[in-house]
């Protein structure tokens, strides 16, 4: 059972555009679930509060990578 999640053969019967589609919307889930983080448990430890440091922006940045790649190709 773990084997074939995990070689994805359950997505073999998918369409392309229904696993990519799939896909996006796991990726759409981290960006939530790293949202729902409150602003100063993000910045907890944290010698300031700049920006660049909360970690709920970097999330859409890297996740935008592969959503991205998922949208063009």
């Known amino acids: 059972m773990?084997?074939?999640i995990l070689d994805f053969?359950?997505?073999h019967a998918l369409s392309?555009?229904?696993a990519k589609l799939l896909f996006m919307l796991f990726f759409l889930f981290i960006i939530?679930?790293?949202w729902s983080f409150k602003r100063d448990y993000v910045y907890k430890g944290a010698p300031d509060?700049?920006?660049w440091r909360d970690l709920?922006?970097?999330v859409i940045v890297v996740m935008s990578i592969p959503?991205?790649?998922y949208w063009y190709f």
């Open 2 to 4: 773990i084997k074939s």
């Open 9 to 11: 053969q359950w997505a």
């Open 16 to 18: 392309l555009s229904t």
């Open 32 to 34: 939530v679930f790293a």
């Open 49 to 51: 509060q700049k920006l």
């Open 56 to 58: 709920r922006i970097w």
């Open 67 to 69: 959503m991205g790649l």
